[in-house]
């Protein structure tokens, strides 16, 4: 009867190293990001499979041992590049940096980078970790943000409709020129101030803060009540119609 062969401490140890790299692989590989690893050269050593994916590869194979330049347009890949060679020449980090990509399919997306530098034993630098987060969506939610209030401050500018807006204390936070005009103020003059006072009569302010302050918790909408210019010109004030939004 044979003698069961012993493994040896360091088949244990190659072993249990081959276990650990499996499960960083496997726990790699079910991140949405994209996390790569290369060397001082540029060439990718680590892929996981959003990054080769990602790059249009078939398999990862396709992509490690290669450059950005052999993946990407080189406009991209010089940009890449420039990135990474001032992390690996530094030995600094580049945390969340905006860069336009590529997906599968070869159509631009927007993608957060970070890149930090990988160094041995003795902190010597031989390459940089990398993790590269799709967030388009976002972008293009930001893009149609800044359309919307692009859009909207034209309006305001071109209205021939007084429009101020006023924060939640009735404190002027902008105005458009027809309000300038209406009553009589310059807007750099009056941001930051409570309305009220500067557009109502004596006589009717404690109604007019009683009005703003329904306007604010959206208990009223319009209301027309009397008003007076910067100059007092009217000197008794007129009666002006004001629509909440």
Known sequence: MKTPRRSSPRKKADDALAEENAVLHAL????PDRIYAKDTLGRKV????????AAGARSRDD??????????PAELAEKYWADDKAVID?????HNREEVGRDAQGNPVWILSTKMPRRDSQGTVIGL???GRDFTKQKSAEFELLRERQFLSALSVNSPVAVVVLDRQGQILSCNPAFETLYGYDSADILGKELDPLITTAGTLDEAHTYTEQAITGSVHAISTRRRRGDDHPPAGFQGAMHFL
């Open 63 to 72: 992509i490690l041992g290669k450059t950005d330049f052999d993946v990407y």
């Open 28 to 31: 790699l590989d079910t991140l």
């Open 46 to 53: 680590v892929s996981n499979t959003a990054d080769w994916q």
């Open 90 to 94: 530094s030995g600094q980090p580049i």
């Open 129 to 131: 970790v990398g993790i």
